[in-house]
């Protein structure tokens, strides 16, 4: 259930108000802050590239001039190393037809794969793709990205969890929130210039969260980008996800489950 915040700072200051202090007068009381609604943002489309079809998106990383991209459902979990101009898996794994791939992202040359419910977090070796190593996730697995010395893990929730990267155990938990209470379905995560991108699952909307406070600063709307760029749309195209950053550039990269394009925008 999401909890409106500006009833609850403001209940919480009713009730301190209320308590006996001889020492401060009630009208020197200091009002609840009212928390500002995000910003909207906006896009500009600057490359558009083929995106295999077949690709139930999960996650996108942008390393080395490269694009690696994660894919889901049972018995069709992959991970890609993509040829960017073309669409073209330059190097391919499939996953145990048990798993269902979620998120990934890179964190010292070690790719880290989500999966969604099997408690597993799958680590390979960036340029071989050898599996090095499974770790055990207690919750369900959907985005993952990394800030400092940390990987931060969403599990559908509006939490966030910044966790160990050899053990995963959890060292700090994020209520992810706007001026409309928490906000749940939080997806597919990014790092941009310091604040954390997720895709919210559903909707068409991308956020940008203060890593340290949780409140959702900006939001971005891409409803509708399929059928403004005459993108081919079926039965198959399926939600909004998959965000990537190339830092170098400043443009992020962005796709959904079964897209048949991924396009190069920079966010204002």
Do not use: R
């Not at 802050?33 to 490359?47: D, L, M, R």
């Not at 369900?140 to 969890?161: A, D, M, P």
């Not at 409309?180 to 068409?204: P, Q, R, T």
């Not at 993108?231 to 830092?247: F, K, M, R």
């Amino acid at each position: 259930m999401k909890i409106n915040l500006v009833y609850f700072l403001l209940a919480a200051t009713t009730l301190f108000g209320c308590q006996p202090n001889q020492d401060v007068d009630a009208s020197e009381t200091s009002p609840a802050v009212a928390i500002q609604s995000p910003i909207n943002g906006t896009y500009n489309i600057v490359e558009i590239y083929p995106h295999n079809t077949s690709s139930f998106t999960q996650g996108l990383i942008w390393h080395n001039n490269t694009l690696y991209e994660g894919t889901g459902l049972t018995s069709q979990s992959k991970l890609f190393k993509t040829e960017l101009s073309t669409g073209k898996a330059l190097q391919t794994l499939s996953i145990a037809d048990t798993l269902f791939g979620e998120g990934i992202t890179i964190y010292n040359n070690k790719i880290y794969q989500l999966t969604w419910q099997n408690h597993k977090v799958l680590v390979y070796d960036v340029n071989t793709f050898k599996k090095e190593k499974e770790l055990n996730w207690n919750y369900e697995g959907w985005g993952i990205t990394h800030y400092n010395n940390q990987l931060i893990i969403s599990t559908g929730s509006s939490n966030l969890y910044f966790v160990n990267p050899a053990t995963l155990a959890i060292e700090k938990t994020l209520g992810v929130y706007d001026n409309n209470g928490y906000i749940a379905s939080l997806n597919e995560l990014e790092m941009i210039d310091g604040k954390i991108y997720a895709n919210v699952w559903g909707e068409n909307k991308i956020i940008a969260i203060n890593p340290a406070s949780g409140q959702v600063e900006k939001q971005f709307d891409f409803s509708n980008i399929l059928q403004k760029t005459n993108q081919p749309i079926t039965t198959e195209t399926n939600v909004l996800n998959g965000i990537a950053y190339d830092s170098v550039t400043k443009a992020a990269y962005i796709t959904g489950k079964n897209w048949p394009a991924i396009f190069k925008v920079t966010l204002q």
